[in-house]
Structures are given as structure tokens and as C-alpha cells.
């Protein structure tokens, strides 16, 4: 499934969407930033409430599909510029880590 058929099929709101078409292959829910960096696959759709910019550099590193920001969290300023320049998909979510987490497996 490609993040933009995610983002359709759960509501999702784009903040960011620079790859689309990007296959999401998983899912990964953290917020530990350097537990993420270990554990998080390539093609993972990361769950988190973190807003920083530090989780730009960690889906780039993973190579993570996309960030799925959840419970209304905002990125910080500047995370949607950084986001753009390094072609991360950043969405949104009023839903619960966990409830998005059961969405995105259903999907897959």
C-alpha cells in the first residue's frame, strides 16, 4: 500500500508529502528516537507523538515510508521544511498510537 492510499484510507491528515507513491511495508510504533533508529525497517510507517526535528534524521536513516504524528501532535517549526528537503512523508492523527497502530496493520 502507498502512503497515499493510507493517508485516504484512515483519514490521515498530509502535512508533508513529497514521495506519495512511497510502499509502506510495515509499521513501527516508538518514541525513543535512538530505539527507533535501531528497530525501525525500511518501508516502516512510523507511529509517534514526537515533533522535533530529530525525527527527520531518524526516518532518513531508517528509511522509514512515513512519520504518522498521532493524538493532534504538531511539528515543531521547521520540521515540515526539513521534512520537504529530505523527502519525508509527515502525517497526522487526532487517533491514539495504538488505534492508528491496529489501522495500519489491518491495512497491510
Do not use: H
Not at 47 to 63: F, G, H, P, R
Not at 68 to 78: A, R, S, Y
Amino acid at each position: 500500500m502507498t502512503v497515499q492510499a493510507l493517508t485516504e484510507r484512515l483519514g490521515l491528515t498530509p502535512l508533508c508529502l513529497p514521495d506519495p507513491d512511497r510502499e509502506i511495508e510495515g509499521g513501527y510504533t516508538g518514541d525513543l528516537l535512538s530505539w527507533v533508529m535501531g528497530n525501525a525497517r525500511s518501508g516502516d510507517a512510523w507511529i509517534t507523538i514526537m515533533s522535533n526535528q530529530n525525527i527527520i534524521a531518524v526516518a532518513t536513516l531508517a528509511d522509514t515510508a512515513c512519520i504518522i504524528l498521532t493524538e493532534g501532535v504538531q511539528p515543531d517549526p521547521g520540521v515540515l521544511e526539513l521534512a520537504e528537503k529530505k523527502d519525508i512523508n509527515l502525517l497526522t492523527t487526532q487517533a491514539s498510537s495504538f488505534a492508528i497502530g491496529a489501522k495500519v496493520a489491518a491495512c497491510l
